[in-house]
């Protein structure tokens, strides 16, 4: 696509990505995890770029691979290039079950998963497997009602 994606961070751990979500400039961050050999992970992806550069709508992106560590060095940045993400993205290296039950105990070992928060902390919203950004956006404009954010 001829855009410049930055090398996948490695190693984020959950203080790191707590940080990221509390200094985000933006009042709601959505992190989602995700893996370089999951179709719906795939296809949700260009949706989630678009969202993250929609600077009107007030979402953060944060993306993290939850592939293993050889793979994730392996095919990750090819993987992120292709779909246009040219922003930072990260990559767990300890146990992806044990790294994501950190921020959703119920998850249930499907990916992709995206988790909804104000730049507070407070997790707002959980997205079971894909979503698109009209359904992001819909959940994100209901929160601003409610007060949601920060």
Known sequence: ??????????GIEKADLLEIIHESERPFVLV????????????????LV???????????VVLISVDKEAD????????????????QTYARTE????????FYLYWDGRIPLSLLYNNDGEQLEVFKGMTDRKEIQM?????????GNS
């Open 1 to 10: 696509m001829g855009i410049d994606t930055p090398a996948p961070e490695f």
């Open 139 to 147: 959940v994100v404009n209901r929160h601003h009602k409610l007060g």
């Open 72 to 87: 994730a060095r392996a095919k990750l940045h090819n993987f992120l290039n292709d779909l246009g993400v040219d922003f």
């Open 95 to 102: 146990r992806e079950a044990a790294f994501i039950k950190d």
């Open 32 to 47: 989602n995890f995700f893996a370089t050999w999951c179709r719906p992970c795939r296809e949700e992806m260009p949706d």
């Open 50 to 60: 678009a969202l993250h550069h929609d600077t009107t709508k007030q979402v953060e």
